[in-house]
T-cell receptor
Framework: KAGVTQTPRYLIKTRGQQVTLSCSPISGHRSVSWYQQTPGQGLQFLFEYFSETQRNKGNFPGRFSGRQFSNSRSEMNVSTLELGDSALYLC?????????FGSGTRLTVV | GESVGLHLPTLSVQEGDNSIINCAYSNSASDYFIWYKQESGKGPQFIIDIRSNMDKRQGQRVTVLLNKTVKHLSLQIAATQPGDSAVYFCAETLNQGGKLIFGQGTELSVKP
């Protein structure tokens, strides 16, 4: 079966712009969570959606937002990009246990 | 954020040896733990998991040990192979809302 699909794989944006990343979970998985990975801070939880509702949120500023659609696909948006937002953004989908990650979107802010 | 990733510890082993990767988790209330392997340019790959009502769980060539008394998790890899070279992360969760808290990671290097 298909895994977790994240698009695009790579993005280059300018400081101040906004960006939208997409995540398609494994078929049947209703939970999608998002993580930011940087060399300095490691993997940090952004937020999680279940059945179109945000169920949990990490300690990130309001510039980071997300949503989930009725088909469980999820998007995250970062507004007013800062240089420090450069990172690998990962999403994971889950049915109950065993969160499965996608390959991530590498965002570079210049 | 809740995950601190500073200088990445490195474990270097000879091919064929056993590897032990350790992790100290943060929350004594965590009830579900996962080990992930991450190769360069890829997302974390699930290796093995364990619930807090267990002390040990075995998979193919891998064993996870959980010591709740000292909040310690370890991953043992038997007969380590060059393909095992990667960064390994432990993650903990209260199994609520998909919020995984990751350890800083350990880089495993396997010498042929």
């Amino acid at each position: 079966k298909a895994g977790v699909t994240q698009t695009p794989r790579y993005l280059i944006k300018t400081r101040g712009q906004q960006v939208t990343l997409s995540c398609s979970p494994i078929s049947g998985h209703r939970s999608v969570s998002w993580y930011q990975q940087t060399p300095g801070q490691g993997l940090q939880f952004l937020f999680e959606y279940f059945s179109e509702t945000q169920r949990n949120k990490g300690n990130f500023p309001g510039r980071f937002s997300g949503r989930q659609f009725s088909n469980s696909r999820s998007e995250m948006n970062v507004s007013t990009l800062e240089l420090g937002d450069s990172a690998l953004y990962l999403c994971a989908s889950s049915l109950e246990d065993g969160y499965t990650f996608g390959s991530g979107t590498r965002l570079t802010v210049v | 954020g809740e995950s601190v990733g500073l200088h990445l510890p490195t474990l270097s082993v000879q091919e064929g040896d056993n590897s032990i990767i350790n992790c100290a988790y943060s929350n004594s209330a965590s009830d579900y733990f996962i080990w992930y392997k991450q190769e360069s340019g890829k997302g974390p790959q699930f290796i093995i998991d364990i619930r807090s009502n267990m002390d040990k769980r075995q998979g193919q060539r891998v064993t996870v040990l959980l010591n709740k008394t000292v909040k310690h998790l370890s991953l043992q890899i038997a007969a380590t192979q060059p393909g095992d070279s990667a960064v390994y992360f432990c993650a903990e969760t209260l199994n609520q809302g998909g919020k995984l808290i990751f350890g800083q990671g350990t880089e495993l290097s396997v010498k042929p």
